[in-house]
C-alpha cells in the first residue's frame, strides 16, 4: 500500500516518470550517484536500483582546477547524452562565469558544438506543415545541409522564388514539451540537491534553473525572435546614422512559431578573423563605432543583443557589420536602466560608495548588509580594472570578482542585470579575439553625461511628478473605500479600538493646565491695553490723575497674574 501511494505521490510531482528514471540513470553513470543517495533521490521512484557505481574521485583528492574539471566533464558527458534540453541547460552555464571556476566552465563551453542536426526530411515536414504547402511553392532552392545547429533549432540556406536569399531555422520537433519535461524533473532534483548539500544552496541553482526555462520559452517561439529583430532593426537605424550595421529583413508571411525565415548575409563572422590587418581600417572603424551603438542600445534603448559573440556578427561583402540571431535579448526597464547609468556613472568616477547604493537598489537579500564593510570589498574587487583597455583587463575575471563579492555579503543580482554583464563580456572578448584595444568604460562614459542631463531634464521630471501624482491620485481614492470596508467589517463583528498610552491623565492634566495659564496671560494682555487705553490722552502728572476705570482693569491684569504663578502643577 506504501508503495502505491509513493508512486501516485511521484507521478503527481513529476509526469514523466520514466523520462525521471533515464536522467537518474545518465547521472549515475557519470559520477554523480553518491550524490543522488546522499539526496534520497534514488528513494523517489518505488523500486528503482542505480547502475553499478563509476569509481569515484574525493574531493580531498584533487587539486581545485582537477576537481572542477572532472565535474565539468562529468556534467558535459552526462548532457550530451540527455538531448538538446540539457545541452541547452549546459551553454547557459557555461556563461555563468559569476559562479562557477573557469576549469568547469571550460568544459561545459565544448557543448556549443556538440548539438547534433535533425535529417533534412525531418525538416521539410516541418516547413511544409508550417507553411500550408508544398517547399517547391515557397522555395527555388534549399541546400539540405544544415549550416548552423542549436539546441531549439536548425537553420538551413534557401532562395525564394522571387529570388531573394533567406535562411530558414527550423525548430525541432517536441522540442518544447521535451523542455518542458525536463524543466520540471531538474527542478525536483535541484531542490532536493539544495537540501541534501549547502554549497549547491549557496549556488542558488533552483533560481538559475527558473531563469533558464523563462529564456527558453521566449526562444521556443520563432515570432517572439522575429519582433526582436523587427525591433532592434528600427532602434539601430534611429542612431545609426551611417547605416552600416544591418539587421536582415524578416519574412513574416513565412515565419511561425515552428520556422523562421529572414534575409541571406553574406559575410565572414568575426571569430574567423585574428588580426585587424586582415579586417581592414574601415572594419575596424566601423567596429569600434557598432560597438558604441550597442552600448547605446543598452543604456538608452534599454533593449540590447545579449548574444554578440564572433559567430554572430559578420562584415558583410560592402564592409557593413551584420548582426543574427535574436532569440536573447536584453530587456530593462525605465527605472533600471537609471540605476544602470547610475553603477556606470560610479564606475568610471570611482564613487565606490555610490556604487554599493546602487548595487543595494537592485540586488536581492534577506539581511541588510553592513555596507560600510560592502564599500571597502568593493572597491577592493573592481578598482584594479577600471580604466584599464580591453589588453589590460580580464572582463570575465573583474565580473566574477564583483558578483563572488556581492555573494559573500548574500547580495544577488537578478537575471536581465547578469545578462547586462554578459553582454559586456562578449564585447570585450570579441576584441581581444583580433587584437583591438576596446576600452568598454571609456565608451560607455561617451554617453553617460549625456544620459544624466536627459534623467535630470525639466521633461523627464515633468513625466516622473505625472506618475507620481496619478500614483498619489489612486491611492487617494482607495483608501476611503478600504476604510470604509474596513470599518464595516469591524462594526459587524463588534470589535472596539482601545488605546492605553502610559500616564495618560497626568499628560492630559498638564496640557489642560498649560492652555488654561495661556488664556488668563492673553486675558490679562488685554486688561493692561484697555487700562492704558483711558490715560493716552490724559496729561498725567501724579498718580491721583489716572482713572479709576485704568486701575480697575490693572487690578484685574494683576489679580490673573497672581493666579497664573499661583496654580498648582497638577
Partial sequence: MDLIKTGIGISKTIKNVSRFREILTVLSRHGFSELIVKSGLDKVIPGFVLPKRVSELKREDLSSEEWWQLFGLQLRMS??????????????????????????????????????GISFETAKEVIELSLGKKIEEVFSYIDEVAIGTASIGVVYKAELLSGKKVVVKVKRPGIAKTINTDFEILLFIVHRLEKASGEIRFLGMSKMIKDFFKSTQNELNFHVEAQNA???KKNLEAIDKDKFLVVPEVYKEYTSQEVLVLEFLDGKPFNEYSSLEQLGPEVVERLLKSVELFTHTLLADGFFHADLHGGNFFVLADNKIG?????????????????????????????????????????EYENIPDH???????????SPYVGLSVKETNMSELVRNLIKTLSKHELYLPREWFIIFRALITLDGVGKSIGLDLN???????????????????????????????????????????????????????????????EIDTLARSINRSFYQLGMALLACVFILCGSLFVMNI????????????????????????????????
Fill in 79 to 116: 548532457f550530451e547524452e540527455l538531448g538538446p534540453g540539457f545541452v541547452k541547460l549546459g551553454q547557459l552555464l557555461a556563461t555563468r562565469e559569476d559562479i562557477f571556476d573557469p576549469a568547469m566552465i571550460k568544459e561545459l563551453k565544448i557543448l556549443q558544438n556538440k548539438v547534433k
Fill in 372 to 382: 560600510e564593510e560592502l564599500i571597502r570589498d568593493i572597491k577592493d574587487a573592481i
Fill in 323 to 363: 548582426l543574427i540571431d535574436f532569440g536573447l535579448m536584453g530587456t530593462l526597464s525605465k527605472k533600471n536602466r537609471a540605476n544602470l547609468v547610475a553603477i556606470m556613472y560610479s564606475l568610471i568616477t570611482h564613487n565606490f560608495e555610490n556604487l554599493v547604493y546602487e548595487f543595494l537598489e537592485v540586488a
Fill in 440 to 502: 568598454i568604460f571609456q565608451i560607455l562614459e561617451k554617453d553617460l553625461d549625456k544620459l544624466v542631463g536627459e534623467m535630470l531634464s525639466k521633461k523627464n521630471a515633468q513625466e516622473e511628478l505625472m506618475w507620481i501624482g496619478k500614483d498619489l491620485l489612486s491611492s487617494l481614492r482607495i483608501v476611503p473605500k478600504h476604510l470604509k470596508w474596513f470599518l464595516k467589517e469591524t462594526s459587524k463583528n463588534n470589535y472596539a479600538i482601545e488605546l492605553r498610552i502610559k
Fill in 539 to 570: 496729561n498725567v502728572l501724579s498718580v491721583y490723575d489716572i482713572p479709576i476705570l485704568s486701575w480697575m482693569f490693572w487690578i484685574f491684569a494683576a489679580y490673573l497674574i497672581v493666579r497664573i504663578t499661583t496654580l498648582r502643577k497638577y
Fill in 230 to 232: 523587427e525591433r532592434l
